[in-house]
């Protein structure tokens, strides 16, 4: 079987699912490389047993000429880079899982014809996927009707769902235990990577005005990001 490039963003949202497409072809005896930027990398991309590559890229500020311009020559980069990756990988594919890091080597892989293919993973499409929407071969959804998908190019979708890691599926198997009057309630809290802030912000604040006997039974693990950890702490104390 053929290599085939798998494009993601360096956040949990882009990475997780095309780690989970990466092991599926990998089982079928295709040769997958993930191909993200260092923030990728830094969640352990190259931990599942496959090439990891990173290329030059960066986020389109709206607020700064000057961000966007960086943001144009950090594609530009990413783009050499990429070509020079598919040369050396001659790979028979690529995929893209959306945010800025996937920029460089879909638009590469499409300038070169190669089968390209980008997956949505959100009810509406990305602005990075909305970028490459009339540039790939094929539009994988999660959702049936994904917004943002101009009409011309209805005819690339088709829903396929999200990929999902194995160890995530096996959680089906776990038997939740049932609730009593005296139950500790286990609560998580999780808030994607531009989410998660307000989540931080406003989850603490709203759980400290539930009854006294109601928060003496939560036992609550809280999802947040590192630089917000300190702060969150402190709302769960002070609550």
């Keep these: 079987m053929g290599k085939i490039l798998i494009a993601a963003g360096g956040t949990g949202g882009h990475i997780f699912p095309a780690q ?10 295709f040769q997958p490389a993930l191909v993200t930027d260092r923030r990728g990398m830094e969640l352990g991309c190259d931990q599942i047993g496959i090439p ?3 290329l030059y890229a960066g986020p389109f500020s709206r607020q700064s000429w000057v961000g ?3 943001a144009v020559i950090k594609l530009s ?3 050499v880079q990429a070509r ?3 040369h050396r990988l001659a790979p028979v594919a690529a995929v893209g899982f959306g945010g800025y890091a996937s920029l460089p080597m879909m638009l590469m892989a499409a300038r070169m014809k190669l089968p390209t293919v980008i997956h949505e993973a959100n009810a509406v499409l990305g602005r990075a996927n909305r970028l490459l929407a009339p540039r790939v071969s094929a539009i994988a959804t999660s ?5 943002g998908v101009a009409e011309f190019y209805q005819d690339k979708v088709v829903q396929t769902g999200a990929p999902v890691r194995a160890d995530i599926v096996a959680l089906r198997e776990l038997v939740a235990q049932p609730l009593n009057s005296n139950s500790k309630i286990r609560l998580l809290i999780v808030g994607g990577s531009q989410g998660s802030r307000i989540m931080s912000e406003v989850v603490p604040v709203a759980l400290a005005r539930l009854p006294s006997w109601l928060k003496a039974r939560l036992v609550i693990v809280h999802q947040c990001r590192a630089s917000d950890q300190a702060n969150v702490e402190a709302l769960f104390a002070k609550g």
């Design 20 to 29: 989970a497409l990466a092991r599926r072809l990998l089982r079928l005896g």
């Design 52 to 54: 990891c590559h990173t």
């Design 68 to 70: 966007l311009l960086l």
């Design 77 to 79: 980069i990413g783009m």
């Design 84 to 86: 020079v990756l598919i």
């Design 143 to 147: 959702f049936r009707n994904t917004s």
